[in-house]
């Protein structure tokens, strides 16, 4: 079974700098993986995805992420945050036989002024 | 874009009684998914099912039920409360495809209180 490993429980950044969220993942082959976001009050909303080709792949809102199979990682990346990425980040894995998602327990994002 | 209701946004029930939370979608998806998202824990899947009258238990199925009687609906069922399913629940939906490759789409959750 898959599983997925965000260790970071709350960043906080300043607006108009760079953000980064990790994201470790466990599963035997190649997974499907996922970047989601939730804002206050509110369901989650995908950002990206990836599930094969170029390991950089691009989101939503100017965020990207980079698959990196050597580190079993997905790191999300932003070059410059602004007010309105203050939210919950969650990293999802998922595989080829099997229609569920295992998710991680979440980063909570503050953007101080 | 893909529209998934929860009936309610809040909810309060007391220790025992049958809970039904239901959910709607308009995007004639085969796919539905019951989670319960607890802090540090992130989103734990409860049931989901991939047809009308099929489902299958997720990881955390103790406590609860399903109903998907039509595609667009799926409801999830307390047998009896505890105050342990206090929790926010999540209903998403997604179109069929290759095992997860389909992205879900998220309601906006009901958060649940029991008393």
């Known amino acids: 079974a898959q599983s997925v490993t965000q260790p970071d429980i709350h960043i906080t950044v300043s607006e108009g700098a760079s953000l980064e969220l990790r994201c470790n993942y466990s599963?035997?082959?190649?997974?499907?993986l996922f970047w989601y976001v939730q804002s206050p009050g509110q369901g989650l909303q995908l950002l990206l995805k990836?599930?094969?080709?170029?390991?950089l792949v691009q989101g939503i809102k100017g965020f990207e992420a980079e698959f990196k199979r050597s580190q079993s990682s997905f790191n999300l990346r932003k070059p410059s945050v602004h007010w309105s990425d203050a939210a919950e980040y969650f990293c999802?894995?998922?595989?080829?036989?099997?229609?569920?998602?295992?998710f991680g327990a979440g980063t909570t994002v503050t953007v101080r002024a | 874009d893909v529209k998934v209701t929860q009936s309610s946004r809040y909810l309060v029930k007391r220790t025992g009684e049958k809970v039904f939370l239901e959910c709607v979608q308009d995007?004639?998806?085969?796919?539905m998914f019951w989670y319960r998202q607890d802090p540090g824990l992130g989103l734990r899947l409860i049931y989901f099912?991939?047809?009308?009258?099929?489902?299958e238990k997720g990881d955390i199925p103790e406590g609860y039920s399903v109903s998907r009687e039509k595609k667009e609906r799926f409801s999830l069922i307390l047998e009896s409360a505890s105050t342990n399913q206090t929790s926010m629940y999540l209903c998403?939906?997604?179109?069929?495809?290759?095992?997860?490759?389909?992205?879900?789409?998220f309601g906006d959750g009901t958060r649940l209180s029991i008393l």
């Open positions: 099912s991939y047809d009308v009258k099929m489902k």
């Open positions: 995007m004639d998806h085969e796919n």
């Open positions: 998403a939906s997604s179109p069929p495809g290759q095992g997860s490759n389909q992205p879900q789409h």
């Open positions: 990836y599930f094969s080709g170029d390991t």
């Open positions: 599963y035997g082959a190649t997974p499907y």
């Open positions: 999802a894995v998922g595989a080829r036989n099997d229609y569920k998602l295992s």
